[in-house]
């Protein structure tokens, strides 16, 4: 499903027009990656949670020449679903 499609589904779902949901979706998303870039989490009952996490620095290997190479440490993005999610699914 893309962005569009999603919005389709949220649309009809609750009742709104397109450009409503296309608002909503969008307001979702940036308090959410305004959350995430400010260390929270983001836990919505039910569905899931967001998080930030450090991968830590390590070496891995150029698969072409086998040359180790620094992979630098940096941050990501985890989501954990939640059990009443797990359990649809």
Known sequence: MNKAQLIDAIAEK??????DAKKSLDAFVEATTDALKNG????????????????SARTGRNPQSGQAISIPEKKVIKFK???ELADTI
Do not use: E, I, Y
């Open 14 to 19: 609750a009742g709104l027009t397109k450009a």
């Open 40 to 55: 929270d989490r983001v836990a919505l009952l039910g569905f899931g949670s967001f998080s930030v996490a450090s991968r």
């Open 81 to 83: 679903p939640g059990a």
